[in-house]
């Protein structure tokens, strides 16, 4: 249906790294063309505009339910995970064969529900009030998570990439490099902005994973990803927010 020499367009949120990171992640990895449309000037066509407009269907015959959206050609999809996989499959960033397309999208799913916990830690109410008025079931939300889901999540991830022999103790499916790999980074680059503490006390347990970390973060193009302007800082408007009050009692 599509070229792999069409231009990516990914339609997500400007303003803050969110979910449109692990998209970007598995572009600049692939060294793939694209625009990150809403972030480029109003007069260039870009703008938050954009992102409404996609939500709204205009991109194309399907209705998005919210960004990330991507958009190659005439395919309009959304879904981290699936738009992820999409593009892992297209790169050479998920796995030799079947066993290992199917585990990495389970791990991609896995991760991006852990993302999903670490996001409701600030909003464990509702997403459609603001932080101020869940405090309080912030506070609890953010202990049950840093006490057990945080661990729980982390230490299941730790044990698949100590078991991937052929992973050489740095990957989470098979020989090479995944799109759950850059993803489980964003997440631990997340954790560490939010949970100072609260991460600072799991790391001890997780020496694949910081080594998995640390390998990421030295790729080439990740590398030159990072330094770059289009890679965006955390802050208090993502999932990954820091709120001292929520980073252990
Ligand atoms: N499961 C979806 C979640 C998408 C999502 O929650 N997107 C956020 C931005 S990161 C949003 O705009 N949500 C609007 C809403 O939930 O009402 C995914 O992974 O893409």
Redesign the pocket.
Known sequence: VTKKTERYELFY?PGLP???EFVRLVLEEAGADYTDVARMPKSKGGGVQRVLEAIEGKLGGVVP????ILRVGSLVM????NICDFLGRRHGLAGADEGEHRTSLALMMTI?DLA?EAHDTHHPVS?ALYYEEQREEAKRRSTAFLDQRMPKFLGSFERVVAKNQAGKGRALVGAHLTYPDLALFQVLEGLAYAFPKGYGAVKPEIPHLLALRKAIRSRPRIRAYLASKRRQDFNETG?FRRYPELDGA
């Open positions: 949120w969110g979910r449109g339910f919210a960004p990330p959304w879904q981290t995970a991006m999903a997403t999932i």
